[in-house]
Structures are given as structure tokens and as C-alpha cells.
């Protein structure tokens, strides 16, 4: 597929995208032309390892096989790193374990080689969630920039291809990418699972359990029958908005997102990314390097999809995170602004009851890019690993008669109204992210699945310092009026930022009980978020000299996502006199590997940085 992919004229550029896009690059001005001048300097334009000692070359061809090491001991083909996060605990990443010997077929079918530079670790947030383990995750993805680096350190790389699917891994190996940004980068995803319980019914089950209607054995069938088989689990939490996000910032190729698993379109594509990134090489004329494609445009595409598509809080954490690393500064305003003028395109779990399979059916990420484009929502000149221009991601992926890979258009009209709409009737006018600021400190709301009546919640503070505290709470039936539950001490400097979906059914019941019900916490809730309104990522956290410290029980806080507020109703004399709160943590910092962690939770920055170990290093 090239570049020259023709396309439905896009409208003018939206003023606030050009506003907020222009403010990125001047703010980023001098780290970006940094960055620029380092990748350009690390460009060859001869295989890179025929530079290397003879002795480091037979070291990195050994045990290749006769063409191939022909081809690394003579030859001027490309060669492709595989940097993968297979493991087969991994719903999502369990497909990779063929993927090795497909992108070796491909690239020497073009005259390349591919090989497994290094694999990086691919935790599953859904096996730790609630334990220990958790308090690990939100530090592997800077673990997987770290393990990136290191397997592509070999420098024998032309080219580099990356498969990885979920929450942390996909951040993670973008800004390992983007430290290696002289080199083409290819994401090659696995596809979601093929759809199983429906999300409402799974939701259902998991509120009964919390009210102690139905037994352990209803939960374990009803969440089996859900999480049933290889690929993606199929709601739209964060594993599925880094597929959207990796497509609309041109690092797939069109359509690959959503494809299921072990399919021959899935084989199909597979092979074209791999035949792809050896096509944009510095060796050839259409050269791509990563960190040249991902710029201010392609970031501020991304945002404009995460709002468009009600993607993943998780975000407002690695898309600043990732920027960073290709001396691009992103901030939480960024996110809002533009958030004001992308309308709501789609209802996905949890912001509807349809999966990633149905959107997929129902037009998609080619629907969803057409109908941004088309609104001028998006930079239609981005450069992407097709070259510049997103006219080629309005196509969706075939197989011919022949068994070829093709490109159609994809549809004009939704396939289910009530899943996807148009830019002209979505189902909210504008992306549902807001930033709340106030006497409390900075935090992110996700309203996209909240009822309006909702989105204003003032209410007494419940204090709790662990999500046990407030799942006991609940349990023992003392939750019984409106409250805003406040957890706090669940920030990345304090237990590395562990995600709280476990708060999720007991929230919702109390709320469906009728009661005035809100979350702050400086803890995380990512994609699986839903109707329950929750101010989250608050900045500076407790045991960072954050005010949320300072709350008591009884407080009268007010979570206004209207008007962008988070305030405590208290006198501000006494607010300033009153002491923080501290907690002993060290029950969180060993045990289960955390206390190897010390060192990131010592150097972690801010959530409204990205909540990163680098933010010195890319500063």
C-alpha cells in the first residue's frame, strides 16, 4: 500500500486544533530541536553494522541461518529488529509466539533479515488487579523503555518492528522507540478476542457479587466466559485505546487494530508491516524515522482520537509520558482544550455496551478517521510509515481473490448507530475529559460514561487509605449516605499508582441505590472506568505534599466537572492551618518485588508529567 492512497477531501483545520498544536511546538521548541539534531546524528545510510568490529559482527550474525547470515556478512539488505512482549499468560500477547518466523518469511522475501533483538516484560493488569502486584504495573512500562533500549543497544538495526499489545507495554515501547528514533518503527497489534459474555450482563454479575446476591462460582463463570481466548480483552480500556492510538498516529497500518487473531488477514498484515518497515529505511529513499513522524501533530492526532473514541484515562499519563521522549511537552490543558471541540463518536464498554468487535464491524477505525478528517479535527498532512497523509487510514483491509493484502474504502455510513456515529450527530459534543483544579490539587475526569446529573457531585468526604478499607466499608453496610470517598496515598511516589477498578462494583451500587456518590484519589482507574464520576491522577499526591492529605471525614468536597473544580468547603484559613495526614507505606514497598522499585518510586515524577522515572532525562 503507498502513500498515494487517494482521499475524501478533509475539511479546514479546526482553529483550536491549530492553536493547541502550535503552542505544543513552540513550548517544545528547543528539547524538540535537541532531540532532532541527536536522531539525525544517529542516522546511517549503510547498514549500521558493517561499522561494527568484525568480531561484534560474527557475534550478532552466529547463529543466523546461511542466507541470512550471507545476507548480515555481505549484503547491504536491511536487517529488522523484533522487539516482542510474547508470553502466553497473556491473552492478548499469546498470538505473538508465531509472529517471529512470519516476519522472518517476510523480510526475506524483500531481500532483509529479521530477528528477536530482546523481549521486554508484559504484565496483565487484570491478573494483578487488587493484589500486590499491581503496584508494579504503572513502573513496567518505564521497565519496557528500558528493556527496548537494550535490545535494540546492538546497533546491527536498520529497521525495528514492536509487538505489543497492552495497558503499560505499548507506552513503554514507544519510548524506547523513540531513544532509538533514527530508526523506522512498525507496531505490529494481535487483535482482540472474539466476543463473548456481553459486557452488561459481565457488569451485572460483578455488582451482584458485591452485594453478596450471587457466589464466587457465578463470578468465575461469568468472567471466564468473557476472557475466553487469545487476543485483546475486548473493552475498550487501555490495551484497545494503544491499538486506536497507534493507528491514528500512523505507527500501524491502516485497519490493523482490530483484526482478530490467527486469521489470514491477521497473517496478512502481519507480514506487510514487517515488509513495511524494511521498505523505510535510511538505506532507501523513503526514509521514515520514528522520531521525525511522531511530532506535534501526531500527538495532537492522538489526543483528538482518544476523546473522539472515549479512550483510556491512562493516557493523559503515557501520551505525556511518550511525548517527552521525542522532546515534545504535553500538559493536561492540552488534553482539555482540545477535548471542547472533538465530539463523542463512539459508545464502547464502559461507555456503552458494545465491545471492540462491534465497532470494529460497524465501520471502525477508517469510519472514525474519515469522519475527524472530514471535520477538520485532525491533521490531515501528518506523516505516517506510509509517508504523509492520513487518506490512506480511511481504507480497511481485505484479502483478494488472489490472497493478497488489498485496501477498500471503508464505509460511508455506520453499521450501528447506537456504537458509531458521524462528527455531524455524535453522541455528545464534545471528547468528555476534563481537567479539575481547586484547593485539593490538579486532577483528570472521564464524564464520557457519566450521566449529566452527575457530572456536579458535592457531598461529605469518606477517607479511606487502601481500596480494602472502602470494599470493607461497604461490606459492613456503613456506607449508607452521599459521600465523596477519598483515596488517597495511591500515587506513584507512595505505591507506584496502582489501578482501582475494584472500587468500581461497590461505587456503582451505592449509586444505583440512589445516593450522591464520587471518587478523588491519586490513584488510577484507566479505560475500565465508567458511570461513577471520578477525579483521578490528583497532582501533587498525599505523600508528595499534596493537599489531598489534609482531607478529613466529614469534609464537604465538591467534584464539579461543569465548571473544572475540586475544592474542599472548608474556611481557607483552616484549610491552610490544618496538618497533612502521613501513613506508613512500608507494608507496600516489599514483598512481590516492589522493594526492587525503590529507586523509581525515590525518582518518579508528578502525574501531570507522565508520572515518569525519565522526566530529567528528557527535560
Known amino acids: 500500500m503507498s502513500a498515494e492512497t487517494p482521499s475524501a477531501s478533509p475539511a479546514p483545520l479546526n482553529a483550536r486544533i491549530g492553536e493547541v498544536t502550535e503552542r505544543i511546538a513552540q513550548r517544545s521548541r528547543d528539547q524538540r530541536q535537541r532531540y532532532l539534531d541527536r536522531i539525525a546524528a544517529a542516522a546511517a545510510h549503510k547498514p549500521r553494522r558493517q561499522a561494527l568490529g568484525c568480531a561484534n559482527q560474527a557475534h550478532g550474525f552466529a547463529a543466523c541461518a546461511p542466507g541470512d547470515k550471507a ?9 529488522l529488529g523484533i522487539v516482542t512482549a510474547y508470553n502466553d499468560m497473556l491473552s492478548a500477547h499469546q498470538p505473538y509466539e508465531r509472529y517471529p518466523e512470519l516476519l522472518r518469511e517476510a523480510a526475506r522475501g524483500v531481500g532483509g533479515v529479521a530477528l528477536v533483538a530482546g523481549g521486554v516484560p508484559a504484565m496483565c493488569d487484570g491478573v494483578t488487579q487488587g493484589e500486590a502486584g499491581m503496584e508494579l504495573s504503572l513502573f513496567s512500562r518505564d521497565v519496557i523503555a528500558l528493556s527496548t533500549a537494550v535490545a535494540l543497544s546492538h546497533q546491527t538495526f536498520d529497521a525495528a518492528v514492536f509487538l505489543g499489545i497492552c495497558d503499560k507495554i505499548v507506552p513503554g515501547l514507544v519510548i524506547g522507540a ?107 529513499n523513503d526514509y521514515i524515522p520514528a522520531g521525525r513522524m511522531l511530532d506535534e501533530k501526531a500527538f495532537v492526532n492522538g489526543i483528538v482520537g482518544l476523546h473522539a473514541t472515549g479512550g483510556s484515562t491512562n493516557h493523559t499519563l503515557h501520551l505525556v509520558a511518550m511525548a517527552a521522549a521525542g522532546g515534545i511537552a504535553l500538559t493536561w ?111 483528570v475526569i472521564k464524564t464520557s460514561a457519566v450521566a449529566p446529573e452527575r457530572h456536579v457531585i458535592e457531598a461529605p468526604a469518606r477517607v479511606f487509605h487502601a481500596q480494602e478499607e472502602l470494599q470493607a466499608a461497604f461490606k459492613a453496610g456503613e456506607l449508607t449516605g452521599d459521600m465523596v470517598a477519598v483515596l488517597r496515598f495511591q500515587g506513584p511516589k507512595a505505591n507506584g499508582m496502582p489501578e482501582l477498578h ?35 491522577h490528583v497532582t501533587p499526591e498525599a505523600v508528595d505534599g499534596g493537599a489531598i492529605a489534609k482531607v478529613r471525614d466529614g469534609d464537604l468536597i465538591r467534584v464539579d466537572a461543569v465548571a473544572g473544580t475540586l475544592e474542599v468547603l472548608v474556611p481557607a484559613a483552616e484549610w491552610a492551618a490544618r496538618p497533612a495526614v502521613t501513613v506508613d507505606l512500608s507494608a507496600s514497598h516489599s514483598g512481590v518485588g516492589r522493594e526492587l522499585f525503590a529507586p523509581f518510586r525515590n525518582a518518579v515524577g508528578q502525574a501531570e508529567k507522565g508520572a515518569s522515572i525519565f522526566q530529567e532525562v528528557f527535560a
Not at 201 to 223: H, N, W, Y
Open 502 to 536: 475494584k472500587l468500581m462494583p461497590p461505587l456503582g451500587v451505592l449509586q444505583d441505590r440512589g445516593l450522591k456518590v464520587a471518587l478523588v484519589t491519586d490513584g488510577r482507574l484507566s479505560g475500565a472506568s465508567g458511570k461513577v464520576p471520578s477525579a483521578i
Open 178 to 284: 523513540l531513544s532509538f528514533g533514527h530508526l523506522p518503527a512498525v507496531f505490529i497489534p494481535s487483535g482482540p478476542m472474539t466476543s463473548g459474555l456481553s459486557n452488561t450482563e459481565k457488569s451485572k454479575i460483578r455488582q451482584l457479587f458485591a452485594e453478596g446476591k450471587v457466589g464466587r462460582d457465578a463470578l468465575l463463570e461469568a468472567e471466564s466466559k468473557s476472557y475466553h481466548g487469545p487476543g485483546t480483552c475486548t473493552f475498550y480500556g487501555t490495551a484497545n485505546t494503544n491499538q486506536m492510538l497507534m493507528e491514528i498516529m500512523g505507527l500501524h497500518l491502516p485497519g490493523a487494530s482490530f483484526v482478530t487473531p490467527d486469521t489470514p488477514l491477521r497473517d496478512a498484515l502481519t507480514r506487510a508491516a514487517a515488509q513495511r518497515a524494511l521498505a523505510i529505511t535510511a538505506l532507501g
Open 71 to 79: 545476507v548480515l556478512r555481505e549484503g547491504q539488505g536491511a536487517s
Open 333 to 443: 490543558q492540552d488534553f482539555s482544550d482540545l477535548a471542547e471541540v472533538t465530539p463523542l463518536l463512539t459508545r464502547v464498554y464502559p461507555n456503552g455496551t458494545a465491545d471492540v468487535n462491534h465497532f470494529h464491524a460497524a465501520g471502525g477505525m477508517a469510519f472514525v478517521i474519515r469522519e475527524l478528517l472530514g471535520a477538520g479535527l485532525l491533521h490531515a498532512d501528518a506523516e505516517t510509515i506510509l509517508g504523509r497523509g492520513l487518506a490512506a487510514y480511511t481504507k480497511e483491509p481485505v484479502l483478494a481473490e488472489d490472497g493478497s493484502l488489498a485496501w477498500r474504502d471503508g464505509p460511508a455510513v455506520t453499521g450501528d448507530a447506537k456504537v458509531l456515529r458521524t462528527a455531524a450527530d455524535p453522541f455528545q459534543a464534545t471528547g468528555g475529559l476534563k481537567v479539575l483544579d481547586g484547593n485539593i490539587g490538579r486532577a
